[in-house]
């Protein structure tokens, strides 16, 4: 481990920058805590940053050798405007960068992927993370979280296909050692949890824990493209019903050491991550 350096977490105010900040700021690194409003992030400095504003991305970057990057939400071409910051980064001395994808977009694939394939010539130290979907989704304000809560219902185009769900709280620990450990990953990394589940086996879980009835309503392509298209943008939307799809020919049914390997303790599962929120009131 080195805790000499700063690290610029971009997105820091959500699902996994808050946490890979905490995370950084509790193990004694310095970091700036990047988000639109520059909340105030407990132990970190606070700076605005907009993907879309590159008047607010050199202050960002000042003081930084390392960077956390979260893409810019519901963008479906990220690359636009994040491999000119990337370059940016690069000419200001930023030495490593750990990028959040997704286990279902490859180096070179659509959206974040274009991003994930020009690191490694942009930076010497890098990681790709690749989680599964997010266990939060379920908890927090999601799509699914929300109409879980006020319906009882996970909509979904993704049948009996199966996932492995990962906690945030593993990724952002992923992310941490991919941030600061010696020598870096200089690879892509694969995150899951413990388990794949399919979304009826999610509400199952949700109901015998909360006791609250939650169900999986099975949606068509076309349905559930149709569904986000009231939330996202239509090209977004499209490219996330084809994830669903995606998962309903199983390309998401498998588990990953990687969580293990890298943090030394296995993944939490969905059953705890649930009990747990539960005992805290959340």
């Known amino acids: 481990m080195t805790t000499t350096g700063t690290t610029l977490v971009i997105g820091a105010t959500g699902t ?27 132990g970190a400095e606070p700076v605005p940053f907009d993907w879309y504003d590159p008047a607010t991305h050199a202050a960002a970057l000042d003081g930084v050798d390392r960077v956390y990057l979260i893409p810019p939400l519901g963008d479906s071409d990220p690359a636009a405007s994040m491999l000119p910051f990337l370059r940016q980064a690069r000419a200001a001395g930023v030495r490593r960068a750990v990028l959040l994808s997704s286990s279902a ?8 992927g274009a991003v994930h394939q020009a690191l490694p010539d942009l930076f010497g130290q890098w990681a790709v993370l690749r989680p599964s979907w997010f266990m939060q989704n379920f908890t927090g304000t999601h799509a699914h979280a929300r109409s879980t809560r006020d319906e009882g219902v996970i909509w979904t185009a993704t ?13 952002a620990t992923v992310a941490m050692r991919a941030l600061t450990d010696e020598p870096a990953p200089n690879t892509d990394l694969v995150l899951t949890g413990p388990e794949a589940l399919s979304h009826d086996d999610i509400a199952a879980v949700i109901t015998e824990v909360t006791g609250r009835p939650v ?6 392509y076309e349905q559930m493209r149709d569904r986000l298209t009231t ?52």
């Open 231 to 282: 939330q996202v943008p239509v090209e977004f939307a499209a490219m996330l019903a084809g994830m669903d799809r995606a998962i309903a020919e199983g390309v998401e049914d498998r588990i990953t050491d990687t969580v293990q390997r890298l943090t030394g303790r296995p993944p939490r599962t969905f059953r705890a991550l649930l009990e747990k929120e539960m005992r805290s009131g959340g």
């Open 215 to 220: 169900v999986h309503r099975r949606l068509s």
């Open 16 to 42: 996994t920058g808050s946490r890979t900040a905490a995370q950084l700021t509790a193990a004694g690194h310095r970091v700036k805590a990047a988000s639109r409003r520059a909340t105030p992030v407990a």
């Open 159 to 171: 049948g009996s296909g199966r996932v492995g769900f990962v906690d945030a709280e593993d990724i």
């Open 105 to 112: 977009i490859p180096e070179g694939g659509p959206a974040v």
